[in-house]
């Protein structure tokens, strides 16, 4: 998932009354549904409200909502491989799975799932709970190059034969860390369609936005750009201060870790330059070596060629771990705080159902008054039953806001503890790995000393 810039989504408290109202054409691979919370009327011009609610999604899953350790699930990607030849091929991974969860058949089992099911799984999970106020983890971004040139090479020799790309790598341990967020999310764990995808050996239906321009892909698009132009118009007046706050902090969170990552990958890139370089020294002191006459001399440029080509080594491995340890953990979290902007927009979608009903209570009110002063007994009747109706249904829109703001509330006291752990044990870990390269380093430079000092 792209994450947008601060700038992008500086405004949460922005009502759009004119969110996912566009219909897919009847040739799109899947019908487009409304975008959820969006305001639409059924065939008896009746606001239409999710049928979905939290109340409904806990009670099915209390059994196993516990987080006091008791129930686990480790998921593992590995083994890409491609399957088939030409345009037509695609990159398949085994999920393995292990898990103790009483919801699953088994407690171990692995399938092969390609990069479109991991998109479709992450479609179906937004579909279903974000409306809710839960937060989603992103999925993968899709790499159009890196998919065109697994599809032109070369057959593999062998079925299943991994093939070894850098992007491969970063695109499984991306894939990796989406089921592992999504696992760890009590609710999402043991969706039916989530554990469908874990542990079906069936082949799932493909995920309609995975094409690069679909008809319902552009479709979304222009709902997009229709949110974007309601945004600068319709003002969402907040009287929850708490809500307020937690915007500013997200903001703030969200940029500031913008920037982190960006030094992050400067850093990635010069230390895999200076890898490079290194490599260089190393390659340049061993042809000194062996023109050099004076032994000491040679003998101890030889030696410093060995020392410079495992530190490019190391340089290496310590790009590797700013990258895979630190940076792909940062641009993650700007994922999901991209996903929290996201609920926030929600909420805002449900308070304007909850407007647009009593906007239209109040007209058939009024419509009501000038029937009882028009003496129109006739009309009186039908008038009296819609305002009880709009009544029913901004109570029902009243609810829904209210049971998505303190669904949020606790999505984001989940976040936060998940948050500082997290933040905790990957920092820990990146340090570490740095400081025992750096002590590697400063054995091999001990272990030379003696040759230099033999130079006379």
């Known amino acids: 998932m792209d994450v947008e810039s601060p700038e992008h989504n500086r405004e949460f408290a922005d009502v759009d009354i004119n969110n996912g109202n566009g219909a897919a054409?009847?040739?799109?691979?899947?019908?487009?549904?409304?975008?959820?919370?969006?305001?639409?009327?059924d065939e008896n011009n009746d606001l239409f409200v999710s049928a979905l609610s939290p109340s409904d999604v806990t009670h099915q899953l209390q059994e196993v909502l516990n987080d006091d350790g008791d129930y686990f699930i480790k998921i593992t990607i590995s083994d890409p491989q491609k399957i088939g030849d030409g345009m037509g091929s695609y990159l398949a991974y085994k999920v393995t799975t292990k898990t103790n969860i009483p919801k699953f058949k088994r407690n171990e089992f692995s399938t092969l799932r390609r990069f479109s099911d991991f998109l479709g799984i992450h479609d179906l999970l937004v579909g279903k709970y974000m409306r809710l106020g839960r937060i989603i983890p992103?999925?993968?971004?899709?790499?159009?190059?890196?998919?065109?040139?697994v599809k032109i090479s070369p057959q593999q020799t062998e079925p299943g034969t991994p093939i070894n790309q850098e992007w491969i790598e970063i695109r499984r341990a991306a894939l990796e860390?989406?089921?592992?967020?999504?696992?760890?999310?009590?609710i999402l764990r043991v969706d039916l369609d989530f554990m469908n995808f874990l542990e079906s050996d069936q082949e799932l239906p493909r995920a309609v936005n995975t094409s690069a321009l679909s008809g319902a892909g552009v479709i979304r698009l222009f709902n997009k750009v229709g949110e974007t132009v309601n945004k600068i118009t319709y003002k969402m007046d907040e009287n929850d201060p708490w809500f307020d706050d937690k915007i500013t902090e997200v903001e703030n969170l969200d940029?500031?870790?913008q920037k982190l990552h960006n030094a992050m990958k400067s850093l990635v890139?010069?230390?895999?330059?200076?890898?490079?370089?290194t490599g260089l020294v190393a390659k340049s002191a061993a042809m000194l070596s062996t023109c050099e006459e004076h032994t000491g001399l040679s003998r101890a440029l030889s030696n410093l060629a060995d020392v410079e080509e495992k530190i490019e080594l190391l340089r290496s491995e310590q790009a590797n771990s700013d990258f895979y340890i630190l940076a792909e953990f940062i641009k993650d979290y700007l994922g999901l705080f991209g996903a929290i902007k996201c609920i926030f927009h929600e909420r805002v979608k449900a308070f304007q159902n909850w407007q647009y009903a009593q906007m239209q209570l109040s007209k058939r009110r009024e419509n009501r008054g000038r029937f009882e002063l028009a003496n129109r007994v006739d009309k009186l009747d039908q008038a009296q039953q819609e305002v009880e109706e709009w009544q029913g249904k901004v109570q029902r829109c009243q609810q829904q806001f209210d049971d998505i703001s303190s669904e949020i509330k606790r999505e984001m006291e989940r976040f936060e503890l998940t948050r500082v752990k997290d933040f905790k044990a990957n920092i820990i870990k990146y340090i570490e790995d740095q400081m025992a390269h750096q002590q590697q380093i400063v054995s091999y430079w001990e272990a030379f000393a003696p040759f230099a000092r033999e130079i006379v």
């Open 25 to 41: 054409s009847a040739s799109d691979e899947e019908e487009e549904v409304p975008a959820p919370g969006s305001v639409t009327l």
């Open 138 to 149: 992103p999925a993968p971004s899709k790499n159009i190059i890196g998919s065109t040139k």
């Open 177 to 186: 860390r989406f089921v592992h967020r999504t696992a760890q999310h009590p």
């Open 255 to 257: 940029a500031n870790l």
């Open 269 to 277: 890139t010069s230390r895999r330059e200076l890898s490079v370089l």
